[in-house]
């Protein structure tokens, strides 16, 4: 018995010793971001709501700077940073990079960074 808790100390140790897994982008500048992202819009945080390991930020646009959006844009991301997700504040305002797929906008970490980088 002793000796399995000894090789379950010495796996956990091991297992302890990897480093963890984060989120990691690519150096861009607002320019690169704007390129690069399909939906790009200034607007204004309305509400955020988190669905298992989702969150869901409802913005209200106020100018589009590249594609097309509905007054009220519901953005997707990760919950978790580690997994770039991004972090919306109620009544925050920001420039907004998306993508969109089978009908929802998300974003990440990796382009909201690049496009409010300076932003009061």
Same mark, same amino acid.
């Given at each position: 018995?002793?000796?399995?808790?000894?090789?379950?100390?010495? #796996?956990?140790?091991?297992?302890? +010793?990897?480093?963890?897994?984060?989120?990691?982008?690519?150096?861009?500048?607002?320019?690169?971001? *704007?390129?690069?992202?399909?939906?790009? &819009?200034?607007?204004?945080?309305?509400?955020?709501?988190?669905?298992?390991? +989702?969150?869901?930020?409802? #913005?209200?646009?106020?100018?589009?700077?590249?594609g +097309? *959006?509905?007054?009220?844009?519901?953005?997707?991301?990760?919950?978790?940073?580690?997994?770039?997700?991004?972090? &919306?504040?109620?009544?925050?305002t920001?420039?907004?990079?998306?993508?969109? +797929?089978?009908?929802?906008?998300s974003?990440?970490?990796?382009t909201?960074?690049?496009?409010?980088?300076?932003?009061?």
């Open positions: 018995m002793r000796l399995f808790y000894k090789v379950l100390v010495l #796996i956990g140790a091991a297992l302890a +010793s990897f480093p963890a897994q984060a989120c990691s982008c690519k150096k861009m500048t607002r320019e690169q971001a *704007v390129a690069a992202t399909p939906v790009v &819009f200034e607007g204004r945080v309305l509400r955020v709501r988190k669905e298992g390991n +989702s969150v869901y930020a409802d #913005i209200e646009a106020a100018r589009v700077l590249k +097309s *959006v509905p007054r009220v844009v519901e953005v997707g991301t990760h919950a978790s940073s580690a997994a770039c997700g991004y972090t &919306f504040r109620v009544g925050q920001l420039t907004v990079g998306a993508s969109l +797929s089978q009908m929802q906008f974003t990440n970490m990796c909201m960074v690049p496009l409010n980088a300076g932003a009061r």
